[in-house]
């Protein structure tokens, strides 16, 4: 059920938030998790069943750790918690992958295929095995001790708002509220605000994009011409930013209408000045866990030798490249700005503050806009070719391309300017007034009211881009 | 929200607020069975997603909205495959695919349906059935000037102009409306299509119903009763099919457009029912609006094969599908077979009729047939390529080797058959 529906914005939401509002204060987590299983279930019947006994024999699992005192013994019981939740995923969303490389390098030397049954990939599964490992590693190391109730602990994992897409929310942030939350009139209004601008971010821009990205991806790339690839990537540039942090935003605002403050997952990435501030900025929920979890226990920056510190940097967007999906697309996203976080830090850095805040915007920019490529366009070759493309220099086709498409290039250039906005002064106080919290009873009305237009709009574009009819019956 | 959600539910189960319907035709998705296979399968959730997109509360007032302004901000109508070309006129993007020679079928295929059309058009005779063929005109080469920019017309052969020249080239009676209204545009102040039709004006209909019934007069020298246009409405309300691809657009204000001529016609009745000719036309949406009455008195019975498909007549129950009858003994009892498509649609010449044909009318009896495909039958036993073939095309089918044996050989007896008659 994807959150963009009217499924789910008139039905299940609305029905979701009666129920709970209803509830007893004691039943609460209880509702909220049973709506969280059946929205689960709803995409992935079979697999809720696997990830409910294995959510439940972590939670067992690490109560067991917590009241371990030998050293060892406490270590070997995170081990498993930590082998069965990567297992998992390593098995549903890499398997595959793995194989298919296997039996190339089979190939290659003339041997015979190893024989594999395809092995579905259940939604979700990067966030929450995620989620669960801050559970076992926040745990071990003390941070926090476990929950008591079974219940709340498959709620952590399965609250549908960020199941699907994030925010990576940590243990450590969440544990307390899972028991006690503050629950208001306002803060149920913010959060629906944030769930509109959420909502109206993906439906009315990111899903326009898309359909223009789609169109370009599938063509024969051979036969694209500069502006058709230039115009694609720019727009899978903007589709993926305000589809992703229009998604975090939608989880955020129903956390928050529940009372659960979910932690912010994007800061305006597309204005940062380098690819070292990118990353700070870029689905933050995510690079917090990689520092936290693998980047400092690899040394972090602490490391004695330059080399050192590198090898970290590259094994950790290797990693990250991974994790965005099985497939060497992927990896070689994560390499390139692995890459550039080493440039950064061996020269880029010095150049860019000589060279002034501009030139590190738009330079950062363009890597972004150019490492987007191996991550949209499917293989290796066919991203070569993408590049070369991109590279042509052959625009004689744009005149064309925006009288055909006018809406494509009004909601292009939209994408931009709010992506850059907080680059003015201006346009940060902008970016406070939409994403205010404690509005005051008198700012409500005119809140709920620009709340209520979008809201509308959404609900428009989501039925009216459904509706194509034909002009008469042709049989 | 939760007050949002009550009031579509309540207005999507009792319909409490009266809101006009969305124009148009889309197929109401079916609502599966809550069954733990459909559950699993995930065909239920799909088709709950798809039932409650179609059925919401207020769902055309939203769809409304958007089209409205997606036309306002982009100048984009909604609706599947309209073009909004200069001056808001409204094509349709498969009319123009067809001008600009996207869809062309290539000379060898029409001028090889044109000959069986002369060969269906013999047979008809016989039986004092007469053919003829009439091209309704298509908007883009009326409107030429009016695509929009985007579109790079070339000098690429298309349908209309290859069947127009093998059409004209043969001996069957064509009647080339397409060619006509061109040269009449400009000449009179009536529009023969509107901004915001996709067929010809009700005024266009209404001249080309009386150059039929002239054509036939004079080319199968038939005396038929007259209509004649007195007079000349001119309107601003855009009747019947004048608007179609507006209404499609389903937005709340209106295409700016010019004033749409409406013909006042004078009919004759001197020729008594009985000897009238009774007509069937096979052909697409463009006969809708003179199917409308407007030749009732100048035939004494008319049957419209609706795209080869559907059957408007008299003589059939409602619903009769052309699939369901014998074409040609119905055909054969009639004075006038019209075939009348838009170029869009003259691919239907190539299959229209001419199938039927060879399966209703040239299938030979049973005896010959059955040893025809004894013969075959045996000739495949002996060659082991031919066996090999057959064993994979039945792994395939997952029928045994002896039916795919007989299928084969019903195929190449008619097939053979074919080959004799061309």
């Known amino acids: 059920m994807v959150f963009s529906s009217i499924l789910f914005t008139l039905f299940f939401l609305p029905l979701f938030l009666i129920i709970y509002n209803l509830t007893p204060k004691k039943l609460k987590n209880f509702t909220f998790l049973v709506f969280s299983l059946i929205f689960y279930a709803w995409g992935a019947p079979v697999f809720v069943f696997i990830l409910t006994a294995s959510t439940i024999a972590n939670f067992y699992l690490v109560q067991w750790l917590y009241n371990i005192d030998e050293k060892r013994k406490k270590r070997l019981v995170a081990g498993i918690s930590i082998f069965i939740n990567l297992g998992l995923l390593a098995y549903f969303k890499y398997a595959n992958f793995f194989v298919e490389n296997v039996n190339m390098t089979l190939s290659a030397l003339g041997w015979q295929h190893v024989e594999w049954t395809r092995v579905a990939l259940p939604i979700g599964i990067s966030f929450f095995t995620f989620q669960s490992l801050t559970y076992t590693i926040d ?28 925010p990576i929310v940590r243990f450590e942030s969440i544990a307390d509220q899972l028991q006690n939350r503050r629950e208001t009139n306002d803060e149920r209004l913010t959060g629906f605000y944030r769930f509109v601008i959420g909502l109206a971010k993906k439906v009315l821009i990111a899903d326009v994009l898309g359909m223009e990205v789609n169109r370009v991806m599938e063509m024969d790339f051979h036969l694209l011409d500069s502006t058709t690839a230039w115009i694609g990537i720019l727009a899978y540039t903007f589709q993926i930013y305000f589809d992703f942090s229009g998604y975090s935003d939608m989880a955020i605002g129903i956390g928050r209408m529940v009372g659960f403050k979910f932690p912010e997952n994007f800061d305006n990435p597309y204005t940062a000045k380098s690819i070292t501030d990118f990353w700070r900025r870029w689905h933050m929920t995510f690079t917090t866990f990689m520092r936290l979890y693998l980047y400092y226990p690899l040394g972090g920056n602490r490391v004695s030798t330059k080399r050192r510190l590198y090898f970290n940097l590259v094994f950790v967007f290797f990693v990250s490249g991974l994790w965005h999906g099985a497939s060497w697309n992927f990896i070689l996203w994560g390499l390139i700005h692995g890459l550039f ?28 806009v150019l490492a987007w490529v191996p991550f949209r366009v499917e293989g290796i070759n066919n991203s070569m070719l993408f590049y070369r493309k991109m590279f042509e220099f052959n625009f004689s086709s744009l005149y064309l391309q925006f009288i055909q498409n006018r809406e494509l290039f009004v909601i292009l250039v939209v994408a931009f300017f709010i992506s850059i906005l907080t680059l003015s002064g201006f346009g940060t106080k902008l970016q406070h007034i939409f994403y205010k919290t404690g509005i005051s009873n008198k700012q409500h009305p005119a809140y709920f009211s620009v709340a209520l237009v979008l809201f509308i709009l959404c609900i428009a574009t989501l039925a009216g881009s459904g509706f194509s009819p034909f002009i008469y019956f042709r049989f | 929200m939760a007050a949002l959600f009550m009031l579509q539910m309540v207005q999507s189960k009792y319909h409490i607020i009266s809101i006009t319907g969305l124009n148009g035709i889309s197929k109401e998705p079916e609502l599966r069975n809550l069954t733990f296979s459909n559950w699993n399968n995930g065909s239920f959730q799909d088709s709950l997603n798809a039932y409650i997109d179609f059925n919401f509360g207020f769902r055309p007032v939203f769809v409304r909205l958007y089209n409205e302004l997606q036309y306002d901000l982009f100048k984009k109508p909604h609706g599947r495959g309209l073009v909004l070309g200069k001056n808001n006129i409204l094509f349709e993007k498969w009319h123009i695919d067809e001008y600009l020679g996207t869809t062309y079928a290539g000379e060898d295929k029409i001028k090889y349906a044109v000959k069986k059309l002369q060969i269906v058009r013999s047979y008809l005779k016989e039986h004092n059935t007469e053919l003829m063929i009439l091209i309704a005109p298509g908007k883009p080469y009326y409107f030429p000037e009016y695509l929009p920019d985007y579109y790079q017309v070339n000098d690429s052969p298309n349908n ?14 064509v009647l080339d409306v397409n060619e006509w209204f061109v040269k009449l545009k400009g000449q009179i ?48 309300n855009l009747r019947k099919t004048d608007n179609d691809l507006e209404k499609l657009m389903n937005i709340y204000s209106k295409v700016n457009h010019e004033k749409a001529a409406y013909a006042i016609i004078k009919k004759d009745s001197a020729i008594d029912q009985k000897d009238r000719p009774s007509m069937v036309v096979i052909g697409d949406s463009f006969f809708w609006n003179i199917y409308d009455g407007v030749l009732s008195d100048a035939f004494n019975k008319i049957s419209y ?87 994979e095309k039945a792994k395939q089918r997952n029928i045994s080797v002896d039916s795919m044996m007989w299928r084969d050989a019903d195929y190449m007896a008619k097939k053979n058959f074919r080959e004799e008659i061309n």
């Open chain 1, 341 to 368: 976080l080493i440039l950064d830090r061996v020269f880029l850095l010095r150049f860019i503050k000589k060279s002034g805040a501009f030139f590190g915007w738009l330079y950062t920019f363009f890597v972004v």
């Open chain 2, 305 to 391: 094969f609706y795209y080869y498909s559907t059957i408007y007549s008299p003589d059939f129950k409602s619903d009769t599908k052309v699939k369901d009858i014998c074409v040609y003994c119905y055909l054969e009892k009639q004075d006038l077979v019209i075939m009348l498509f838009s170029p869009l649609n003259l691919g239907y010449l190539r299959f229209a009729l001419i199938d039927d044909y060879y399966e209703e009318v040239k299938t030979p009896d049973k005896k010959v047939m059955d040893s025809l495909k004894i013969i075959y039958y045996h000739r495949m036993q002996q060659s082991d390529k031919w066996m090999n073939l057959i064993r």
């Open chain 2, 189 to 236: 102040e009536q529009p023969l299509f509107t901004q915001t039709g996709t067929h010809w004006s009700e005024f266009g209909a209404r001249l080309v119903a009386d150059s039929l019934i002239k054509f036939i007069e004079g080319t199968f020298n038939r005396p038929m009763n007259q209509i004649h246009i007195s007079d000349t409405e001119w309107s601003y």
């Open chain 1, 139 to 166: 745990v071990y190391r003390r941070i926090h001790s476990p929950l008591k109730n079974p219940f709340d602990y498959l709620l952590y994992i399965i609250m549908f708002p960020q199941l699907i897409a994030g």
């Open chain 2, 160 to 173: 209309y102009t290859t069947y127009s020249k093998y059409l004209k080239e043969s001996d069957l009676p």
